[in-house]
């Protein structure tokens, strides 16, 4: 059965930090790159970065120099670091097996001003 379970969202004052976590199991993680997506309240879900199996990464431009994506292999998760969070960084974020159409459920991170 394969799973994907994000955590770590939450509330935090612009210009904070945030850590999302996405744990996986029955799927072949090390082989596919993960992607990290979000979606905001009336916006289409977006592409925010993504990392490959050699762990090079692409970033969304609103979000370069401010959000790290990661993985571990060994614990088959894959982490985004944020920081200096803005208010329009506000959404659910989803983890995504690139390619694919498995989803977490989601995660929301609010950033107040």
């Known amino acids: 059965q394969v799973q994907l379970v994000e955590s770590g969202g939450g509330l935090v004052q612009a210009g904070g930090s945030l850590g999302l976590s996405c744990e996986t199991s029955g799927i072949s993680f090390a082989r596919n790159a993960m992607g990290w997506y979000r979606q905001a309240p009336g916006k289409q879900r977006e592409l925010v970065a993504f990392?490959?199996?050699?762990?090079?990464?692409n970033y969304a431009d609103s979000v370069k120099g401010r959000f790290t994506i990661a993985r571990d292999n060994a614990k088959n998760t894959v982490y985004l670091q944020m920081n200096s969070l803005k208010p329009e960084d506000t959404g659910v974020y989803y983890c995504n097996v690139i390619g694919s159409d498995l989803w977490g459920q989601g995660t929301q991170v609010t950033v107040s001003s």
């Open positions: 990392i490959r199996r050699d762990t090079s990464a």
